[in-house]
DNA sequence: CGGTATCCCGGTGGATACTG
DNA sequence: CAGTATCCACCGGGATACCG
């Protein structure tokens, strides 16, 4: 019966909907695993930065994904956003209590990688190693 | 000059696709924080599972997002895929032991995001409100 | 300086159908 | 049951140009 399997998709669909919504990992994973922000609020991590500095810190970041991935920052409280009125203006960033509190699962997340990162490549080129036999 | 100019955008290009590809971090983001990933490895922390119980598991991933995904995480060592030949064929996925060393961290994101979402969906509040006004 | 606005290409990922 | 193949809509994100 087509309509029940439709129906049924559809049902598992809004669950799965409201299932993602309503799990805090994933709400944090899309807020600070994305291509940029992990830098970014490292980046942060040792202090204030301006726009242009952080433009700097971050190297091969562009003008749109830069100012997007802040406000996204900004929007969820990691960051916070300082506008002095000057001529040019002058912007800050700096991680605010929350964005701090991230630290050191940032940091645990950056001892693991260094730490299995040659396990991660030799598990690759094995991977890669039995392909060219098939 | 806008030879030059180009060619400090091609350099800076250069420079930082190396380090991205340096980067562990990015490296283990890239195969642990996208859409699934953190989803199955944390379905396989319990236990193995065989294919279709993931499906169930993981409600909402589609057929081909869970292979590929499942193809990745066995591709960099995280999970072990085990074939049994019979009739239907039995495949059974499980956690190797550099994937249980990933579940700490998993662990405390998952208990940062717990404690934490509200703060961020209450600086999301705060953030649209300030929106509204401008 | 710190943004917006616009264009557009390529990859992600869902739906569907087919295979061993 | 587990996986592959195809098609396609969507949007992430880079390049470029323009504003306050």
Same mark, same amino acid.
């Given at each position: 019966? @087509? ?7 559809? +049902?598992? *669909?809004?669950?799965?909907? #409201? ?5 805090? /990992?994933? +709400?944090?994973?899309? /807020?600070?695993?994305? *291509?940029?922000? #992990? ?5 942060? #991590?040792? &202090?204030? +930065?301006?726009?242009?500095?952080? %433009?700097? @810190?971050?190297? &091969?970041?562009? +003008? *749109?994904?830069?100012?997007? /991935? ?6 969820? &409280? ?17 991680? @605010? ?12 997340? *950056? @001892?693991?990688?260094? /730490? ?6 030799? %598990? ?11």
């Amino acid at each position: 019966m @087509t309509v029940t399997a439709e129906a049924r998709r559809a +049902q598992d *669909k809004v669950v799965y909907n #409201a299932f993602m919504a309503a799990c805090p /990992t994933r +709400q944090v994973l899309a /807020t600070i695993a994305d *291509k940029w922000a #992990a830098l970014l609020i490292t980046a942060l #991590a040792d &202090g204030s +930065q301006r726009h242009s500095e952080l %433009a700097r @810190t971050v190297a &091969g970041v562009s +003008q *749109k994904m830069l100012t997007q /991935t802040l406000r996204v920052l900004e929007r969820d &409280g990691v960051i916070a956003r300082t506008v002095t009125a000057s001529v040019p203006v002058r912007v800050d960033y700096e991680l @605010t209590d929350l964005g701090e509190s991230l630290m050191p699962i940032l940091g645990a997340l *950056k @001892t693991w990688s260094e /730490t299995h990162i040659r396990e991660i490549m030799a %598990a690759r080129d094995e991977y890669e190693a039995r392909e060219l036999v098939a």
